[in-house]
């Protein structure tokens, strides 16, 4: 079994100054990862209205599943045109681990 994680960080529009313009730049790329059957959820820079961390999990049976999945997710988020993909940390864990 291997999981492998990932967390983009995001830049959102100018427009993001408070929480709830945030929520609706981060809810809908939530809800798209979600498509993929992935773990999907806003796990950082929670308090920064200009920011947002998205954290994405996949379990699978084999590592290069879990990364084609992950890729299509990393994808997914840089097209998205509305903000800007600054970095992604991924990690893959096995059962060697």
């Known amino acids: 079994m291997y999981t492998e994680t ?3 960080d995001l830049l959102l529009p100018g ?4 929480l709830k313009a945030k929520r609706s730049y981060v809810r809908p ?4 990862l979600r498509r993929f059957d992935v773990s999907a959820a806003e796990v950082g820079a ?4 200009g920011r947002a961390e998205i954290g994405v ?3 699978a049976a084999e590592a290069a599943h879990a990364r084609e999945v ?3 997710c990393e994808r997914l988020v840089a097209a998205r045109p509305e ?3 600054l970095s992604v940390r991924r990690r ?3 059962g060697d681990d």
């Open 15 to 18: 427009d993001s100054r408070s």
């Open 57 to 59: 999990a996949v379990v």
């Open 6 to 8: 990932a967390v983009f």
């Open 70 to 72: 992950l890729d299509s």
């Open 29 to 32: 790329i939530v809800a798209a």
């Open 46 to 49: 929670l308090d920064l209205h």
């Open 83 to 85: 903000v800007e993909l």
């Open 92 to 94: 893959l864990h096995g």
